[in-house]
């Protein structure tokens, strides 16, 4: 069998304005080709206005391990929220 | 289902107290509902199964073009024609989110399609049966698509992240399919009385094939209980079974036509259809590569890849070519 093409991570924008969002991934020679298969892998039902394709060997993780020291902080932040301040009603919205 | 005879183990399903801590804190959070991700620690059979049962699923897409890419050339109108062609084009786009799902776990594509291309690995039995007449076409998306809806929602809630979001993906298509084939099943039913006949003998045909698309009954499944234990498995084989002919029944009847099973009959006291058994024969033998297409879907899909090579190469010295010009500039 031929050596494996490269694989590639596709990323869609949707209709409404949002950020390119992570779909799945897809093997393809170069480029060009990994545009041309994600619009038929992952845009079949008009899923996007744009595409993004990102060489998979390029995309820098972080690590399950990293996953305390980089997100447990956050934790202790819920200040960080709205929810945590309780406004009088007679305020009212805010 | 798609993946019918998954191996998993082999062995019991451990408790929690002979499970090592790495172990242990692994299967609790299956227990709390949290996703595995591909790059965490998993056991070795946690992994191996997965590759199993996701290829096997990948591969079923696969080879499920070819009965229905049967008929593309011989729709009856164009319409039919466009429909049945996005339908088949969704399979393979089926096939490719598995895929791709599967490899997360560590194993290669080149792997996986060497592994269907030598018969080594295994697809669902259901395309290993022959597509007669157009109205086959109408059962395999009522039937056929119909069962895989059944078994594929509850897998979105599976316990590996990018199995469950390829399901996700999966099951929002996965409903045209079944619709338009019911849709051709109506016109038939509703035509004259030859097109009435073929549509009674597409269901005869596929019905009992249908029912056995479930697996094995749940005392002949060795492997049900450690996938279940794992939240790859959400269902027993059975209870989808009787899930599928509870929904199923009725739409048949809607139709006009007759379910073959002079032991199906709406049992009161359970709230079920009770149903005759299937010829679990047979589906061994399907499995084993005996039945009646096996051979055939084979060589198409090695032929496919045989007749592709040229094409695929080409694609790899375009890209070369275009690499090595942006290099010299």
Known sequence: MSSEWPLWEIFIRGQHGLSHRHVGSLHAPDAEMAINNARDVYTRRAEGVSIWAVKASDVVASAPGEKGPLFDPANSKVYRHPTFFDIPKEVGKM | ?329
């Open chain 2, 1 to 329: 289902m798609y993946a019918q005879e998954v191996k998993s183990t082999g062995k019991g399903v451990k408790s929690l107290d002979e499970m090592d801590p790495q172990e242990r804190a692994f299967q609790e959070r299956i227990d709390a509902d949290i996703k595995i991700e591909p790059k965490e620690w998993m056991p070795d059979g946690y992994r191996k199964t997965l590759i199993r049962q996701i290829s096997q699923h990948a591969h079923s897409e696969i080879v499920g073009q070819l009965p229905e890419g049967n008929w593309i050339t011989r729709a009856p109108t164009l319409d039919r024609k466009a429909i049945l062609l996005a339908k088949v084009q969704d399979e393979a786009g089926h096939g490719l989110y598995l895929y791709c799902a599967a490899e997360t776990l560590g194993v290669s594509r080149d792997q996986m399609t060497e592994d269907l291309l030598s018969g080594k690995a295994k697809y669902s039995s259901i395309f290993n049966y022959p597509t007669l007449t157009w109205a086959d076409i109408g059962a395999i998306g009522w039937l056929v698509d119909g069962a895989a809806i059944m078994n594929q929602v509850p897998i979105q809630r599976c316990s590996f992240g990018p199995y469950s979001r390829a399901m996700i993906r999966v099951c929002k298509e996965e409903s045209f399919h079944q619709r338009q084939g019911y849709d051709i099943m109506i016109k038939l039913a509703n035509g004259t009385n030859a097109q009435k006949e073929m549509a009674q003998d597409a269901l005869n045909r596929w019905w009992h094939p249908s029912l056995m698309m479930f697996g094995p009954p749940d005392d002949q499944s060795v492997h049900s209980a450690q996938s279940m234990a794992w939240k790859i498995k959400m269902n027993t084989n059975d209870e989808l079974r009787q899930k599928f002919v509870d929904e199923t029944v009725p739409q048949a009847e809607y139709l006009g036509l007759t379910v073959p099973d002079p032991d199906l009959k709406w049992n009161e006291e359970r709230g079920h259809y009770d149903f005759g058994e299937l010829d679990w024969n047979e589906f061994y033998e399907v499995i084993k590569g005996n039945g009646p297409c096996n051979r055939e879907r084979l060589e198409a899909r090695q032929r496919a890849w045989t007749d592709g090579a040229w094409f695929r190469e080409g694609l790899v010295a375009h890209a070369e070519k275009r690499a090595s010009r942006v290099a010299a500039e």
